[in-house]
């Protein structure tokens, strides 16, 4: 039983342990974080783009109904609403606030306060759970600086935000080790941890769940009893599953998003030593970046140099004066080490990589890739066994010496010599957050005036197809209008209920309908020149609208008259042909690999017109005569040309010869 000093020294690692993550929160991101009035940074993005998803998920919610399921905002994915959990939005918050909202503040972001929250308890937690395997106060509250700035965390903070609620995987663990130590299994904490899990991100509950499966196993076997522990995991189940819906994960069908299937975002074989973050960041002083193959970015694992040194140093200990010690800690944990083999093969996945190389594809049921990719994202099922590494380490040093101010003092320098090695990476997050704060980091594409002369105008937003260019910005721009839309930025959605919506407003313009509530944007050229020939006549402006890295197709109802700057192209008879942006083994953006002297159009009346009768095409000044013109393949029109590499093409406006001329 645990001795009033014992509960005393728990209660106060857990308060100082908290102390730490928030002064880790504040020497790297500051105070502005916290003022939910600056939505600077999840505007303008921070490190990515995805923040800008989570705020506008955040922002359509707000804007929403009350409804039941929690968290459906009814105005994203127009008309069947769309679960904020899949904008990452954090459903347990924005539910939260969004009861609160006519309290708050017309600007808002809870963002920043629930980062503090993740990092005080990912500090309260990590001192506990050192705390369990050490004396004292200073080996486990030095340690726990090794969880506060945990790369792996830092790598998703604010950036994936609801990930790093990673403290999760640290009271799971804690919840094992001290069921294990007291020969309990059924902790309130542990039960609820569950649950809370799928309010802020389903990721975390196959780690969580993990670690309790192997407590309850190891609970059971050891005592023979398997009913009360099976009952206490039905309950939580339930329970979870029921928080699950009362929240709205399992909304709609969210049967659309990423084409990355399970294993595109495996975990590369070097990952524990490879200090490659996101866009570039090298997070080791010491180490340098290693290659990566595809998605490998996502399953980031790197351990810093100070945890690798330990664990070496602890290895070769081991292995010449205690070799039987690591058998006996595997056999005793058994259960545990069952569960983070599984969890290390998930995450290294059927795909097989080693640094630039993809070494094995694994044979997997197209039903088990279907089923994996449920959580495709598999590399960040490491975690669990991340963290116990960085335990492992920190644990293994302390009792390299019998003398306690030796242990303090071998532990302080490999907490000295981590957080030296992640200097630039600390460094750099705090820089990037400083950028966000003073202009976007990820400038808006919305530049042209034709966006101010359209606010105000529609009630909706209608894609026709494929991802509108710059997504996130659009999608902020229809939530601060109080606008709907059914563009698909959310992480998964509905792609069936979206792709009949779509039908019916093609079917419409091809009738000459148009809503005049209702602003229409092309992704695809294509797309737009056949849609836009029975409505170009009815008042509304339809064209091209330029941006700095691409470039929308509009039909918008009612601003035929408007005076748009040079950004906005009209449709006209001076509308220009361009190439068709396709690619496959044969085609490269819309020129025939083989030859280089074919090009081919998405079949369109207007480009029917342009190429008929026409003898030449020009571009730049330079004129290049039509050899022969093919419409055999049903969509698109392919045109060989006199030339010599007609790749001189891409992206360039072309204009018409024609004979009569």
Known sequence: MPTAADKRRDRLLLFFGAVLGAAAFFLVLGLSPLDVTNDAFCRGGYIEKDIQQHYAGWLFYRQSGFTFPFCIATNINTPQGLSVAYTDSIPLFAAFFRMLSTLLPDTFQYFGWFTLLCLILQGAFGA????????????PLLGDLLFVFSPVLWERVLRHTSLAAQFFVLAALYYYFLGHRTGRFHFTGLFLLNILAITVHPYFLPMTYGVTFALLLHHALHT?????????????????????????????????????LYGYFGMNLNSLWNPAGVNGVDWSLFLPAQNQVGGNYDAFAYLGVG?????AVCALVVVIRHPRRLFDLLRRHWTLSAVSLVLTLFAVSHVVTANGA?????PLPAAFIKLFSVFRSGGRMFWPVYYLLM??????????????????????????????????????????????????????????????QAAGRYTTIASMDGLQNDALHLALYAADLGMSTNDPFAARYDAQALEDQRSLYRQELSEGILRQDTLYLFADEGAFLQAVEPVKDSGAWCGR????????????????DCVLDSACIPYDENYPLRLADYTDALWNQGVLDSTKKTICFADSPFARRKLENAEAITASGQTYAILEVDDSDPGWLMVTLDINDATVLWG?????????N
């Open 128 to 139: 506990r759970l050192l705390g369990l395997f050490t004396h004292g106060y200073a080996v």
């Open 224 to 260: 023979r009893r398997f009913v009360r522990p099976v009952l206490w995991l039905a309950a939580d189940l339930a329970l979870t599953l029921a928080a699950g819906w009362t929240f709205g994960v399992f909304y709609g069908t969210a049967s659309g998003g990423s084409d990355a």
């Open 307 to 311: 945890v690798l040194l330990a664990l």
């Open 358 to 362: 993809t070494l094995v594809t694994l």
């Open 391 to 452: 335990l492992a380490a920190c644990i293994g040093v302390s009792r390299l010496f019998k003398r306690k101010n030796l242990c303090t003092a071998a532990v302080a320098i490999l907490v000295t010599v981590q957080l030296v090695d992640l200097t630039p990476g600390l460094t750099q997050r705090s820089q990037a957050f400083a950028q966000a704060q003073r202009s976007e980091a990820f400038p808006s594409q919305l530049t042209s005036g034709f966006w101010q």
């Open 545 to 560: 609208i330029d941006g700095d890295e691409g470039s929308w197709y509009v039909i918008a109802p009612g601003m035929g």
């Open 652 to 660: 360039q406006e072309l204009e018409t010869i024609s004979c009569k």
